[in-house]
């Protein structure tokens, strides 16, 4: 039986229907980098629409330019052609409303939790009793009231990537983006993260875009699945979820869950055979 | 706790020995005068005022030197950080540095700037100042790249993230380099008194030793020890806050 037939509930969409109501948009985007002796086309032609307060994840094998397609749409890189859009504006530098986790530890050293969480707003001039306000909902939200005061030295790799996610709940942002926030956990911290990444989309209603090599962590979480190609990546498949808004980590233990899986691992593995045959693993 | 109570015994012990030593004529007076009759000494020096301005003028010449260096380090750091080839061609001499020994250019300084402080404080910087270069772009390396990343994400323009992001990220290696500053100044200073000087700690111990005046020599050699101890235990006491910080 194949893994098609096998996830019969799996909708594929190939192409992509435009959504009714598109919070961020990429048209014909690539992105070529200028190596010594050659170029190297690391992403591309890419078009994507993200329904506003979606969850979408990007799977791709090593290399495709997920975290490229990310800066992109952060306004951290342009697109060497085609257009980036968030609701409804050209991206041209980070937009207003739009935060980002990386994968790497971002929380400054120098600083406890709560100056962590409440540096962005300090830099945007905020309203200290407001900041305060903010900081208070966002560190008792991610579960870090009694580490208020500790320097991320003190906190292991999970607390600290949730003062990271923590630090962009309280700008508020309308589109998040994460690139492997949770690739450097261990898998039991995972599946929780996920539970909170999933508890903070539902409060805040944003969009959320996430870049990620788990096909679990994508399955488990995501409204839709964008599966890209090697280089230079393009999506390659779309696939629906299904689940309801209100869902945690326990999904995983549902038939569906493996459906989903399946049918990501079906594509994600072609690719995948090409890098490993062509050596560059 | 148990390494550093072994420490202190073992200081102590050798303390104690050289007071036995010394007080039983087993080491002659002519030699060394026993550690609590240093302490006499040193207490009776600093009342009477008679090396005041001696232990003033060191002192002022070892701050001079100090922060000459380490504003000339960390600014030469940043720009030949800025600068990659500049950096590949100078990384060799900054490794190699160390093995000149600075002491040899004593005759151009005093051509330079004759006797006396000038020349000192030039031997001292001399001496200092590579170690906070070095320091400075080993902290400049070493600033993660999701750091800067994150202050794009805050849309912080440059001179912001110099200040909020980049300064405090390497704090801590810019302390090594202040600490070894601070360490190159105290002998750069001292030492260069002892040829290149009519005045200071080093003159005077010199001066002392020439007259067979061991009071005065050890009294003084004392102070510079104490001295030492007392500024770099306060040294160390922030290196280890903000090593602690220093995380992952």
Not at chain 1, 111 to 135: C, M, S, Y
Not at chain 1, 262 to 270: D, S
Not at chain 2, 101 to 118: C, K
Request: with cysteine; aromatic share 8%.
């Amino acid at each position: 039986m194949s893994a098609a037939a096998a996830g019969a509930k799996v909708v594929t969409l190939m192409p992509q229907p435009a959504p009714v109501e598109a919070h961020a948009t990429l048209r014909g985007v690539t992105r070529v980098f200028q190596l010594p002796k050659s170029t190297l086309h690391a992403l591309g032609p890419i078009d994507l629409d993200l329904a506003k307060g979606e969850f979408f994840s990007v799977v791709g094998p090593s290399g495709c330019g997920k975290s490229t397609l990310l800066d992109i749409l952060a306004g951290l890189s342009p697109p060497q052609s085609g257009t980036a859009h968030f609701e409804g504006k050209p991206v041209a530098g980070v937009p207003d409303g739009v935060g980002v986790v990386f994968q790497e530890d971002a929380s400054f050293p120098w600083l406890n939790v709560r100056d962590n969480v409440a540096f962005g707003l300090r830099r945007a001039g905020v309203d200290p009793a407001e900041i305060t306000r903010r900081v208070d909902y966002a560190v008792g939200f991610m579960g870090l009231k009694d580490f208020a005061t500790s320097f991320p030295a003190q906190l292991s790799g999970g607390m600290r990537q949730r003062v990271c996610i923590a630090r962009t709940l309280v700008l508020q942002p309308r589109l998040i983006l994460l690139d492997e926030p949770f690739g450097a956990l261990d898998q039991q911290t995972r599946l929780l993260m996920g539970d909170e990444l999933l508890r903070l989309w539902r409060e805040t209603s944003a969009t959320v875009l996430l870049i990620t090599h788990a096909l679990d962590e994508a399955a488990m979480l995501s409204d839709r699945v964008g599966v890209m190609s090697t280089r230079p990546g393009t999506f390659i498949d779309f696939v629906e979820t299904g689940w309801e808004r209100d869902r945690d980590s326990r999904v995983v233990s549902t038939p569906h869950f493996g459906d989903i899986t399946a049918r990501l691992w079906e594509k994600l593995r072609v690719e995948a055979m090409k890098i490993m045959s062509s050596g560059k693993v | 706790m148990s390494e550093k109570w072994l420490r202190i015994t073992i200081v102590t012990a050798m303390i104690a020995l050289v007071e036995l030593l010394c007080q039983t004529g087993v080491i002659p007076r002519m030699v060394m005068i026993a550690p609590s009759q240093m302490v006499v000494e040193l207490a009776h020096i600093l009342v009477s005022g008679q090396f005041s301005a001696d232990i003033a003028t060191t002192f002022t010449n070892i701050a001079i030197s100090t922060v000459l260096s380490i504003l000339l380090g960390f600014v030469a750091g940043l720009i030949i950080y800025s600068l990659p080839s500049l950096r590949d061609a100078l990384e060799p001499l900054l490794a190699s540095y160390y093995a000149v020994p600075t002491f040899v250019f004593y005759p151009v300084f005093i051509t330079l700037f004759g006797v006396g402080s000038a020349s000192i404080i030039a031997i001292a910087v001399l001496l200092a100042v590579v170690s906070m270069v070095t320091a400075t772009l080993n902290g400049l390396d070493r600033i993660p790249r999701v750091l800067r990343k994150t202050g794009q994400i805050y849309r912080m323009s440059r001179v912001k993230t110099a200040l909020l992001i980049e300064l405090p990220a390497t704090l801590p290696y810019l302390f090594t380099g202040v600490k070894l500053s601070v360490a190159y100044a105290f002998i750069g200073v001292i030492a260069s008194e002892f040829i290149l000087s009519g005045a200071g700690i080093g003159y005077a111990i010199a001066y002392a030793y020439n007259l067979f005046e061991n009071g005065h020599m050890y009294a003084l050699i004392l102070l510079v020890l104490v001295t030492v101890t007392i500024v770099n235990t306060f040294l160390n006491m922030i290196d280890r806050r903000l090593q602690a910080r220093r995380q992952r």
